[in-house]
């Protein structure tokens, strides 16, 4: 399965039993195999929390440590990412909260593809978060553990759809495996955190979003690394869109709304591609002088005003700073939009991806850490260059749709 998910699931169900038999008395004795969430008090699990950081996360312990380029952090009182996570879990409404991310090795006007995402973190989240939208962005959250006990138990194996190429590859998969697919991190899906955040919606899940920034870590470098995660991205997202998870099935669990902002990301990728291309057809079309409307004095008018309210929208900021952010989130999706079409077609087709979806028990390492490999630290000069050259034509083309 995703070999992210398989370690996380291992780590909740062999890993963590262990720690807590350090600290806490099992209700009843452990097996041989080792103590299970399930010797343990209710209790004793309600009070434990689960953080999980991907592993070029760095806690900030005093978030006055690191300053945001374009805005002073708004938290200033030196308390850090963990005391954080639990005084908001201290409420028991939430059984999840996520905290936003911050890249160091990336300077806000030199963003191109919208890394530090101001977009997300600063408007999306929040709105979504008012209507009970689960937010889950795979690491810089905390969950709680009898949270994730009761969703490992209801889990139901057979929907891991990377459970059965699995096992007809590999034959019968080790007792570690077989745990780890039965976690409540799906496998079914390279993107686990969209379809650990659809998961918890349909169980009845409360989570929240607490938006202060305490974790900071290292964007992707270079423009193959930024596709390879984008694309990842993508294809995620399309394979439950093309599955029977898609969350349009689900209106009963996720309601009405919550059966469409789950579509939302997914059918992004596709407006953001057919719009792209069909601004590609305009000039061409001009100049060959085809015209698909007349231009009369009623076009005019509400052209403009097609453009106005759409600026409104798109580029509605409550800190001016952030205007430039919303600027690189429609520029990065230009950049990006052939891997998004990449991305779809292998999901639409299930072509396999280079991507680890599925991870053979011969090629795992023998600790529950499957390491990332290293990135540079800086984009290379060359592929700067070439990043400038594909904005510039972007900003032409954009020239000649006006």
């Given at each position: ?33 080792g103590p ?60 999840l ?23 997300f ?59 780890a ?5 799906p ?91 069909m601004y ?8 060959i ?31 001016a ?10 520029m ?53 260059l070439?990043l ?15």
């Amino acid at each position: 399965g995703n070999a992210k998910s398989l370690n996380l699931n291992h780590c909740i169900k062999i890993e963590i039993p262990k720690i807590l038999a350090r600290y806490h008395t099992p209700k009843v004795a452990a097996d041989t195999s080792g103590p299970r969430l399930g010797d343990f008090d209710d209790a004793v699990l309600r009070r434990s929390v689960v953080v999980v950081l991907d592993c070029d996360m760095a806690i900030v312990n005093d978030p006055n440590e690191f300053m945001l380029v374009d805005r002073p952090p708004r938290n200033g009182d030196g308390v850090g990412f963990l005391p954080k996570i639990l005084r908001v879990l201290s409420d028991d409404r939430w059984d999840l909260v996520l905290t936003p991310q911050y890249f160091t090795n990336i300077t806000p006007y030199a963003d191109a593809f919208n890394h530090l995402n101001p977009q997300f973190w600063e408007y999306i989240l929040p709105g979504l978060t008012t209507l009970g939208y689960v937010a889950c962005t795979g690491t810089n959250m905390g969950l709680r553990l009898s949270m994730l006990h009761n969703h490992s138990r209801t889990h139901d194996r057979d929907d891991n759809q990377a459970v059965r190429p699995f096992v007809s590859d590999q034959g019968n998969p080790s007792a570690r495996y077989e745990a780890a697919m039965q976690g409540p991190f799906p496998v079914y899906s390279v993107t686990e955190d969209y379809a650990l955040s659809l998961e918890l919606k349909k169980a009845g899940v409360k989570g929240t979003y607490h938006a202060e920034y305490l974790v900071k870590g290292a964007a992707p470098s270079g423009i193959t690394a930024v596709d390879i995660q984008r694309g990842r991205w993508t294809e995620g997202h399309y394979q439950i869109f093309f599955s029977r998870k898609n969350p349009a099935f689900y209106p009963h669990k996720l309601g009405l709304i919550g059966s469409i902002y789950y579509n939302y990301g997914t059918l992004a990728y596709l407006c953001n591609i057919i719009t792209i291309w069909m601004y590609q057809l305009v000039p061409l079309l001009s100049a060959i002088g085809l015209q698909p409307v007349a231009f009369s004095t009623s076009f005019r008018y509400a052209a403009t005003a097609y453009l106005v309210l759409t600026v409104a929208v798109q580029y509605y900021v409550r800190e001016a700073p952030h205007f430039f952010g919303m600027w690189r989130a429609n520029m990065s999706n230009i950049l990006l939009s052939w891997t998004y079409m990449k991305a779809i077609c292998r999901a639409a087709l299930n072509v396999k991806s280079d991507f680890a979806t599925h991870t053979a028990a011969k090629e795992a390492p023998e600790d529950s850490i499957m390491p990332n490999p290293p990135m540079p630290d800086r984009q290379d000069d060359s592929e700067q260059l070439l990043l400038w050259l594909l904005m510039l034509r972007i900003l032409i083309t954009h020239a000649c749709c006006c």
